[in-house]
């Protein structure tokens, strides 16, 4: 990893839906889907599901804090996805999709619970926010064909049908923070 940079890990549902969102901010350089928070080495995609391993399907994000501050990054995080929802994003259901922040620093963890309480007191969501914030102890690379899966498959129902309105609201939102290409 270059100096300049850092790495967040988030979970917050389905890693293709992330990955998608993350990818086209400005300053962030790579984004890598993958599982986090478990207790299994090396798991793969079907025993991520089988909820037995504690991981959650996560991105790993290596950003450019010059361009794109971790605050900006945490606000696009609590903004793309509903982090009210215990173990579930839309119809994704289970342990694999909740919402958690694995944090890599103290000063993450300072930002990523100030932003939490920040959000509760601004009463954004009608329900309280389930989002965990936890030390960051692992993550595992998913298989090839979940990487880019977005991008290699737009016409499929599901990228369709809930990944573009995902990416439809960030550029709506955060169309200033999105690389040119995305535009």
Same mark, same amino acid.
């Given at each position: 990893?270059?100096?300049?940079?850092?790495?967040?890990?988030?979970?917050?549902?389905?890693?293709?839906?992330?990955?998608?969102?993350?990818?086209?901010?400005?300053?962030?350089?790579?984004?890598?889907? /993958?599982?986090? /928070?478990? *207790? @299994?080495?090396?798991?793969?995609?079907?025993?991520?599901?089988?909820?037995?391993?504690?991981?959650?399907?996560? *991105?790993?994000?290596?950003?450019?804090?010059?361009?794109? =501050?971790?605050?900006?990054?945490?606000?696009?995080?609590?903004?793309?996805?509903?982090?009210?929802?215990?173990?579930?994003? /839309?119809?994704?259901?289970?342990?694999?999709?909740?919402?958690?922040?694995?944090?890599?620093?103290?000063? +993450?963890?300072?930002?990523?619970?100030?932003?939490?309480?920040?959000?509760?007191?601004?009463?954004?969501?009608?329900?309280?926010?389930?989002?965990?914030?936890? =030390?960051?102890?692992?993550?595992?690379?998913?298989?090839?064909?979940?990487?880019? $899966?977005?991008?290699?498959?737009?016409?499929?129902?599901?990228?369709?049908?809930?990944?573009? =309105?995902?990416?439809?609201?960030?550029?709506?939102? $955060? /169309?200033?923070? @999105?690389?040119?290409? $995305? +535009?």
């Amino acid at each position: 990893m270059d100096d300049n940079f850092e790495i967040a890990t988030f979970a917050n549902g389905c890693f293709w839906c992330s990955e998608a969102i993350f990818k086209r901010l400005k300053g962030v350089k790579s984004v890598l889907p /993958g599982y986090s /928070g478990g *207790i @299994v080495k090396n798991p793969s995609y079907e025993q991520v599901c089988t909820g037995k391993t504690g991981y959650a399907e996560s *991105i790993q994000i290596e950003f450019d804090p010059k361009v794109i =501050p971790f605050e900006r990054i945490l606000d696009v995080f609590w903004h793309t996805h509903d982090p009210t929802t215990l173990n579930r994003q /839309g119809n994704d259901v289970g342990t694999q999709y909740r919402s958690a922040i694995f944090y890599h620093n103290q000063k +993450q963890k300072e930002i990523a619970e100030t932003s939490k309480k920040e959000l509760e007191k601004e009463r954004i969501y009608k329900d309280s926010i389930v989002t965990e914030i936890t =030390p960051f102890s692992n993550f595992y690379a998913a298989e090839d064909y979940h990487k880019n $899966y977005y991008d290699n498959n737009q016409d499929a129902p599901y990228c369709n049908f809930i990944i573009n =309105p995902k990416v439809s609201k960030l550029l709506l939102k $955060y /169309g200033n923070d @999105v690389k040119e290409e $995305y +535009q």
